[in-house]
């Protein structure tokens, strides 16, 4: 591999327009086939076969405008007065024209409700006979309003065909738009997230001051504009390839909104960090005196080599999501690879033609004037004092495992209105909602009751007997706040009910109503027999999609944990590193869990990252972090344990070959590490509830594992273990491949760095001082 890459590295000089016209047809393919055929994102997440799912799939089938999506409008008098004839006029009109819109089965005036109710409340204080059974139902629903006492609020219902998964986003905006330009005097609308463009925020301001901020490290890192600006074109053109390429089959695979914002971060992050790499490597062979197209195949041979290892551990780890069983995860974790991939051949193809074409002005001018000067050449290290290490392991466990305390109470859900930014429409249609008619309006449950002998559909009085039944035993149950009929089917063989609980869709309450609500299954009826009761709705679905991503967690974990060690003792040939490296990578996932739930679930620092409503921890976001933290953690073990591992085979002692991989990776570990953070960080600002957390997540993450794991936890071990670190059994070294990611079988001394067997404080890099061969080192 190390010498594919220096040959492709040599081409990509040499011809370094012919790669770059290559690269830009693929970005204009990749963009004409998104225009093409458009972005077509999910709003909703599904999972097939969960319980939630399966009743969604009755009720869709058996009942018209009950199983579809149901987005919320809200309706309020900017002086907080009572609507006038007029405005309520304009208000069912506006509904109307709403309800006429193709993809949408109704739109429930909330006057009409009113007036409904206002006439079954007469009709029963009237006294008649019969009418028992109804004054019940009557009383089980008298807390759902539409309108609210004051009558300054009012709540319509928008019930689409389809499912929030599949709703598809023409439909959305057309309903939006309608909203948009009503124009009522005097009152302010707003609508639900079921409503609101899911593609809103998703390239904000805190996205391009992350990106700005990566190249500020950039430019103090290499010190000159020009070679600051190749990380960056290489990554910008990597991700356009890779996330318009993928939008262009969003028309084919279902793919979730937060998906391509997934892409654009690990594409960016690694984009400039894999490039960045290589450019470093190049740099400090052009300051030793190397030619440079030599320069740059023998960096794409080595550097390149390890970018080619790091990104495939990425990618490995990322595809392992579909293992999970969950699509949207799996079309997310492929996503995120097809950019990962593209993102490390921009680095082994695109970088090398760019360095072709700005020479030595990848140095800067006081660089270039020192060429070949023994400044270059550091002085051979020495091993870290003992002392230091076994500080350096404790300070570093400590401060991981206080950060993961907070991960033992992690909750997991899925964003609702309160999530949202304060400023969206989505979150003023939630809190007006909450604070006018209660919190769990916002999380109405779908009870489904199927009797083992149906009710003749058409006897009222049947019907609202069993009705009065089955509420009677729903309103029983704690937190729930009222109970209405939904639907009956032709049938008689389905009844819907809709439950409204106490607490919103997110709450501890709510979950747990769903679990007591299924518990309940069969109730028994005299005329009817075993009574199976089912539970759907947005908010059972959410806790539905949670419980199996928190199933197939440690699963996925052992996954990742498996093939961390089979790469790791590959590519270092040794027990104990895979160890080291693969623990490491656990307490840095682990703290950044915890990081997570203080933030999000507990509220910490909410200010300062705009946490206006703490709640669950976004549900996939752990098995998404435990994916791209993995790959991330391998790609710094890998350029810091390349270094280690190059030092200790052409002979330094085992403690100082610990000092020259740090020395040697340090800087580069330490810049692309800030990067990652800076783009990451950005992106925890945006407008999109689901992305925040994502992107803190990894924000932070990078942080621990870098810093913390890789720079400091990591090496300290290493120094302790000594020789042991790398002792592997006979057997299973010859068992095993020699991949050579360091790229020792490029190296001529010429051109190789430093030789790291000169006594301390005598200058390196003579390439005639002697190096022992791995052979001889064993």
């Not at 327009?17 to 693929?26: E, P």
């Not at 909104?257 to 470093?280: E, K, Q």
């Not at 070949?372 to 401060?399: E, Q």
Request: a negative charge; glycine letters at 10%; aromatic letters at 6%.
């Amino acid at each position: 591999m190390a010498r594919l890459l220096a040959r492709l590295g040599r081409f990509s000089a040499r011809r370094p327009w012919l790669v770059i016209v290559g690269w830009v047809l693929a970005l204009a393919a990749a963009g004409g086939a998104y225009l093409f055929s458009g972005a077509q994102l999910a709003t909703g997440f599904s999972i097939p076969n969960t319980p939630t799912q399966q009743v969604t799939d009755k009720l869709s089938a058996e009942l018209d405008g009950v199983g579809g999506a149901v987005g919320t409008v809200v309706f309020q008098t900017d002086d907080g007065g009572a609507f006038t004839a007029e405005q309520q006029a304009e208000i069912s009109s506006v509904i109307a024209s709403t309800g006429d819109i193709d993809g949408v089965a109704t739109a429930v005036d909330p006057f009409d409700t009113a007036l409904q109710q206002a006439a079954l409340e007469q009709q029963l204080a009237s006294g008649a006979p019969g009418l028992e059974n109804a004054a019940t139902l009557y009383d089980f629903a008298s807390e759902i309003r539409t309108v609210s006492d004051d009558g300054s609020t009012a709540v319509a219902a928008v019930v689409f065909d389809d499912t929030l998964t599949d709703l598809a986003p023409e439909v959305k905006n057309a309903v939006a738009a309608e909203l948009d330009d009503a124009g009522i005097d005097g009152v302010t609308i707003e609508y639900s997230s079921e409503i609101a463009n899911s593609l809103e925020g998703l390239v904000g301001v805190g996205e391009v001051v992350g990106l700005l901020a990566a190249a500020l490290v950039l430019v103090v890192m290499l010190g000159a504009l020009i070679p600051a600006s190749l990380p960056l074109v290489s990554s910008v053109l990597g991700v356009g390839v890779g996330v318009a390429g993928s939008l262009a089959f969003s028309g084919v695979v279902e793919m979730a909104s937060v998906t391509p914002v997934l892409g654009v971060m690990l594409g960016l992050a690694v984009g400039i960090d894999y490039t960045l790499f290589i450019i470093n490597r190049h740099r400090r062979q052009l300051k030793a005196g190397a030619d440079v197209r030599e320069s740059i195949a023998l960096a794409n041979g080595t550097a390149g080599n390890a970018v080619v290892f790091a990104g495939a551990t990425v990618v490995i780890a990322l595809l392992a999501l579909n293992v999970t069983g969950i699509p949207f995860l799996g079309v997310m974790g492929t996503v995120a690879a097809a950019c990962v991939l593209i993102a490390v051949l921009v680095a082994v193809t695109f970088t090398p033609a760019l360095l072709g074409l700005v020479g030595l002005r990848v140095l800067s001018k006081r660089a270039r004037a020192k060429i070949g000067h023994p400044d270059h050449v550091a002085l051979a290290p020495k091993a870290m004092p003992t002392w230091r290490a076994i500080v350096a392991v404790v300070a570093a466990v400590g401060i991981l495992l206080v950060a993961a305390i907070p991960a033992l109470s992690l909750r997991l859900g899925l964003p609702d209105g309160s999530s949202e930014p304060e400023d969206s429409t989505q979150y003023r249609a939630y809190s007006i909602v909450a604070e006018e008619f209660g919190a769990g309006t916002n999380g109405t449950l779908v009870v489904v009751a199927e009797p083992e002998t149906a009710v003749d559909a058409d006897d009222q009085v049947a019907v609202m007997d069993l009705q009065v039944q089955i509420e009677d035993v729903l309103m029983a149950q704690q937190d729930v706040v009222a109970v209405s009929p939904a639907g009956v089917a032709a049938d008689g063989g389905l009844l819907a009910f809709r439950v409204v609980p106490v607490d919103g869709p997110s709450s501890v309450s709510t979950e747990e109503l769903v679990g007591a609500l299924r518990g309940l299954s069969p109730i028994d009826s005299a005329d009817h027999g075993d009574i199976q009761l089912g539970v759907a709705g947005a908010a059972s679905g959410n806790i539905d999609i949670s419980q199996t991503i928190a199933d197939a967690l440690p699963i996925y974990l052992a996954i990742v944990i498996g093939l961390s060690l089979i790469i790791l003792v590959i590519v270092f040939r040794s027990i104990l590193v895979p160890l080291i490296a693969t623990g490491g990578f656990l307490l840095s996932l682990f703290a950044a869990l915890g990081a997570v739930t203080a933030i999000y679930q507990w509220g910490w620092f909410g200010e300062i990252f705009g946490v206006h409503d703490p709640g669950p921890v976004l549900n996939f976001a752990p098995i998404i972090l435990t994916g791209v933290l993995f790959g991330l953690a391998m790609d710094y073990q890998l350029f810091i344990g390349s270094g280690m591992r190059e030092a200790f085979v052409h002979g330094a002692p085992a403690r100082v070959a610990v000092t020259v991989g740090v020395r040697s990776a340090r800087a580069v570990v330490i810049a692309a590490a800030i990067i990652m953070i800076s783009v990451f960080g950005g992106f925890v600002f945006s407008h999109l509830a689901m992305v925040r957390p994502l992107g803190f997540g990894m924000a932070i993450g990078v942080l621990f594992d870098a810093f913390v794991v890789r720079l400091l936890l990591m090496p300290a071990l290493m120094h302790l273990l000594g020789r042991f670190a790398w002792w592997m059994p006979k057997w299973l070294d010859r068992m095993l491949p020699d991949v050579d990611v360091e790229g020792a079988s490029l190296e001529r001394p010429a051109l190789r760095p430093g030789v790291h067997t000169v006594p301390a404080g005598q200058r390196a890099g003579s390439p005639s001082l002697p190096v022992k061969s791995p052979a001889q080192h064993r």
